[in-house]
C-alpha cells in the first residue's frame, strides 16, 4: 500500500518504465491495436506504470480509464468484505439475501465519476500525507462558524458572540472584538484598510476600525447569511434569511439600497461594480451594481441544498 502511495507521487516524474513499453514491428502501430486488447493489456500493468500510459496520448487516457482497470485496484486495495461482521466459523453473518438487499459496497461507484476517481480520491484522503500540521489554540468557549485570513491573522467569529483575531507568526491572540449579542455568521477583513465587517444572527452588522467597532448597521430582521465589501468603491452587501439585499456606503455606514428576492442567498463574490450570488434555489446570478439589474442567470445544480461558496 505504502508503494502504490509513492508510485501516485511519483508518476509525474517519470516516463513509462520497462514493462510498459510495448515494442512494434515494422508497419504496426499500437493505435492500431482494438481497444479490448489495449484495455488488456493495460490490466497487466501496476498503478504506477497505468498512470504513465494515461500520458501518453488522449486515446491511451481515455482507455486507461476504463471501470474494468480500476475496479480490481480498489478492491485489492479496499477490501471491504474484512469489515463484514465475522461468526465464530469466519463466515460472514449476513446471509446472501441481507448482502443482495443492502448491496455491496466495493461493487459500487454511487456518486463517483469512475471507479479511477473513487480510487484517487480516497487515497488522497485516506493515505494523503500531511505538509504542515499546527494546532492552534482560538480561545473561543464555542464553535467556530465564521472565519477569514490575512497574511497577519486568523480572524474568528464564534458562537460566544466574540470575534478573536491570532497571529499567523506566533499563534497568539492579538486581539478580542467584542460588542455582538449572538452568533457571528459570517465575517470579512480587508489587510490594506485594516476594516473587519461581521454579521450576526440578530441580523446585525459591525464594521471594525483598529480593532474598535466603529459602526453598528441595522436593516435585517433576521439572520444574515452572507456579506461582501470593497474598499475601492466604498460598498458593503448584506445578504439574510429575510431575503433582502441591503446596499450600504462602509465609510458613513448609511443605507443605499434595500431590495427584496426571491431567495435566501448563501454565498456571495464582489468583483468591481460584478457581484456573484448563490442561493438556496440553487441557482447563480450575476447582478451589475452600476444598474441594479440581474443580467445573468445560471443553472445547473441540481440538490436544492444551496450554494455555499462561491
Wanted: hydrophobic letters at 35%.
Amino acid at each position: 500500500q505504502n508503494k502504490q502511495a509513492m508510485d501516485l507521487e511519483d508518476v509525474g516524474k517519470v516516463g513509462l518504465s520497462q514493462s510498459a513499453r510495448v515494442p512494434t514491428n515494422d508497419g504496426l502501430t499500437l493505435a492500431a491495436l482494438p481497444n479490448e486488447i489495449t484495455v488488456q493489456v493495460f490490466s497487466s500493468l501496476d498503478i504506477k506504470d497505468l498512470l504513465s500510459v494515461s500520458q501518453a496520448c488522449k486515446h491511451w487516457n481515455h482507455l486507461s480509464e476504463d471501470d474494468s482497470l480500476w475496479k480490481p485496484l480498489y478492491k485489492q486495495r479496499w477490501n471491504t468484505t474484512t469489515n463484514n461482521q465475522k461468526n465464530v466459523f469466519g463466515g460472514s453473518l449476513l446471509s446472501t439475501a441481507s448482502k443482495r438487499r443492502r448491496g455491496d459496497d466495493t461493487d459500487s461507484i454511487k456518486g463517483w465519476r469512475s471507479w479511477k476517481n473513487k480510487y484517487i480520491s480516497k487515497l488522497n484522503w485516506i493515505d494523503g500525507h500531511v505538509i504542515y500540521k499546527t494546532v492552534i489554540p482560538s480561545g473561543h468557549e464555542r464553535p467556530i462558524p465564521a472565519m477569514d485570513l490575512s497574511s497577519e491573522f486568523y480572524l474568528t467569529g464564534s458562537e460566544d458572540a466574540t470575534i478573536r483575531l491570532t497571529s499567523v507568526e506566533t499563534g497568539k491572540e492579538v486581539a478580542v472584538l467584542r460588542g455582538h449579542s449572538s452568533t457571528i455568521t459570517c465575517l470579512q477583513h480587508d489587510e490594506a484598510s485594516n476594516i473587519t465587517v461581521s454579521a450576526a444572527k440578530d441580523g446585525e452588522v459591525r464594521i471594525w476600525r483598529d480593532h474598535k467597532c466603529a459602526q453598528t448597521l441595522r436593516g435585517h430582521s433576521a439572520r444574515i447569511t452572507t456579506l461582501v465589501f470593497d474598499t475601492s468603491n466604498n460598498k458593503l452587501i448584506t445578504r439574510g434569511y429575510d431575503c433582502l439585499s441591503n446596499i450600504w456606503d462602509l465609510e458613513t455606514g448609511q443605507l443605499l439600497s434595500q431590495r427584496p428576492t426571491n431567495s435566501i442567498c448563501t454565498a456571495m463574490q464582489l468583483y468591481r461594480s460584478q457581484l456573484v450570488s448563490g442561493y438556496l434555489d440553487p441557482q447563480v446570478k450575476i447582478w451589475d451594481l452600476r444598474t441594479g439589474q440581474c443580467h445573468r442567470t445560471l443553472y445547473g445544480h441540481v440538490v436544492r441544498r444551496g450554494l455555499f461558496h462561491i
